[in-house]
T-cell receptor, first 109, second 118 residues
């Protein structure tokens, strides 16, 4: 069993849709949870960062962490074609960071 | 925000030659830098963790003699692919962790270097 599971997609949605991206994990020691966005042939860009459980909102993006279920989510409201990218979840217990496989998202105009 | 640069952004070399990739943290100090490799449509594969002033820690299956890592300062780490072969062709990405940051898990990534070995 992988430490972090993420559906690679691809996920295709129309412009304006609400997008839900998810990851599950097995290591209960993880305390730091991140979402990165990676455009083709570019390095990952940190989108959201959450410590422990709870919600965090930044503009159109909301990150949720449910440690009891070992489940994290990223919601994108009013999705735009420019949101088309690969989204990687990542989590850490303080030193080593484990990345999910990434979900490819396509937002159609 | 924290900025990490990589140089070169892409490189093409002949089989058997060595290639050096630089990773710099531009506006923060990083005692720890990470080197990743990424194949098309796949996730990041951690190759090694680089600590300033000490030897790098390599992940299982990564040849330390082939992928030489040097972290000579708090803002610079280099990855040298020695005697490169076509199977080393990949996208190499570095990341850095801010020593002053509260975010223990937070990493900032460079833009990546695409290596093509002919």
């Amino acid at each position: 069993q992988k430490e972090v599971e993420q559906d690679p997609g691809p996920l295709s949605v129309p412009e304006g849709a609400i997008v839900s991206l998810n990851c599950t994990y097995s290591n209960s020691a993880f305390q730091y949870f991140m979402w990165y966005r990676q455009y083709s042939r570019k390095g990952p860009e940190l989108l959201m960062y959450t410590y422990s459980s709870g919600n965090k909102e930044d503009g159109r993006f909301t990150a949720q962490v449910d440690k009891s279920s070992k489940y994290i989510s990223l919601f994108i409201r009013d999705s735009q074609p420019s949101d088309s990218a690969t989204y990687l979840c990542a989590m850490s217990e303080g030193f080593k960071t484990i990345f999910g496989a990434g979900t490819r998202l396509f937002v159609k105009a | 925000g924290a900025v990490v640069s990589q140089h070169p952004s892409w490189v093409i070399c002949k089989s058997g030659t060595s290639v050096k990739i630089e990773c710099r943290s531009l506006d923060f100090q990083a005692t720890t830098m990470f080197w990743y490799r990424q194949f098309p449509k796949q996730s990041l594969m951690l190759m090694a963790t680089s600590n300033e002033g000490s030897k790098a820690t390599y992940e299982q299956g990564v040849e330390k003699d082939k992928f030489l890592i040097n972290h000579a300062s708090l803002t610079l780490s280099t990855l040298t692919v020695t005697s490169a072969h076509p199977e080393d062709s990949s996208f190499y990405i570095c990341s850095a962790r801010d020593t002053q940051g509260l975010a223990m898990g937070e990493q900032f990534f460079g833009p990546g270097t695409r290596l093509t070995v002919l």
